[in-house]
């Protein structure tokens, strides 16, 4: 066993995740370049950005499936790594040919409410294309955040800052993204 070993406690449930989700070289190197883009991770080291990758778990939907529906219980954000989302009201929902109250893109994320509070879904998120998601789940920012309180910090503190500026703009009619 490794020094490394010995002292990251982490590393045996990454080793045990990675297994049952396991991503191939070249999804983990375009995962890597998509998240480096992203605003909320932008104040992370390489090393901290590798921890963040190890806990996502790539997502693949169809062409107008949903990824969660109004009512439905929270589990996590989702980050836009290919394709696009529309996020549609409940009324909105119920129609396939309806407009999205928003359409997001890679480099996009939402569903950040859920790394707070265990709450159900206000809206629904249903892939517009092809779309492949990378998933942040609560558990995964808890575990983080216990074994690393630096980058949990780190990761609240952006996170704060996106909801903050997303409250914001939709008060003054901005755009609301981060």
């Given at each position: 066993?490794?020094?490394s070993e010995k002292t990251d406690p982490a590393p045996s449930l990454q080793w045990m995740w990675a297994n049952i989700?396991?991503?191939?070289?070249?999804?983990?190197?375009?995962?890597?370049?998509?998240?480096?883009?992203?605003?909320?991770?932008?104040?992370?080291?390489?090393?901290?950005?590798?921890?963040?990758?190890?806990?996502?778990?790539?997502?693949?939907?169809?062409?107008?499936?949903?990824?969660?529906?109004?009512?439905?219980?929270?589990?996590?954000?989702?980050?836009?790594?290919?394709?696009?989302?529309?996020?549609?009201?409940?009324?909105?929902?119920?129609?396939?040919?309806?407009?999205?109250?928003?359409?997001?893109?890679?480099?996009?994320?939402?569903?950040?409410?859920?790394?707070?509070e265990e709450n159900f879904h206000l809206v629904s998120a249903r892939a517009h294309t092809h779309t492949a998601l990378?998933?942040?789940?609560?558990?995964?920012?808890?575990?983080?955040?216990?074994?690393?309180?630096?980058?949990?910090?780190?990761?609240?503190?952006?996170?704060?800052?996106?909801?903050?500026?997303?409250?914001?703009?939709?008060?003054?009619?901005?755009?609301?993204?981060?």
């Amino acid at each position: 066993m490794s020094r490394s070993e010995k002292t990251d406690p982490a590393p045996s449930l990454q080793w045990m995740w990675a297994n049952i989700f396991r991503k191939g070289d070249a999804d983990q190197v375009a995962i890597r370049e998509s998240i480096e883009k992203i605003p909320l991770f932008q104040d992370l080291t390489k090393k901290e950005l590798h921890r963040v990758e190890q806990s996502l778990y790539l997502r693949k939907y169809r062409a107008d499936s949903f990824i969660f529906q109004a009512g439905e219980p929270g589990l996590g954000m989702y980050i836009i790594h290919a394709g696009s989302v529309w996020i549609q009201r409940p009324e909105e929902a119920v129609s396939d040919d309806s407009e999205p109250f928003l359409e997001l893109g890679p480099g996009d994320f939402f569903g950040e409410m859920a790394l707070f509070e265990e709450n159900f879904h206000l809206v629904s998120a249903r892939a517009h294309t092809h779309t492949a998601l990378l998933g942040f789940f609560r558990p995964d920012l808890m575990t983080l955040s216990h074994y690393y309180p630096r980058l949990g910090c780190k990761l609240l503190l952006a996170l704060g800052r996106v909801i903050s500026d997303r409250f914001r703009a939709s008060l003054t009619g901005g755009p609301g993204r981060a």
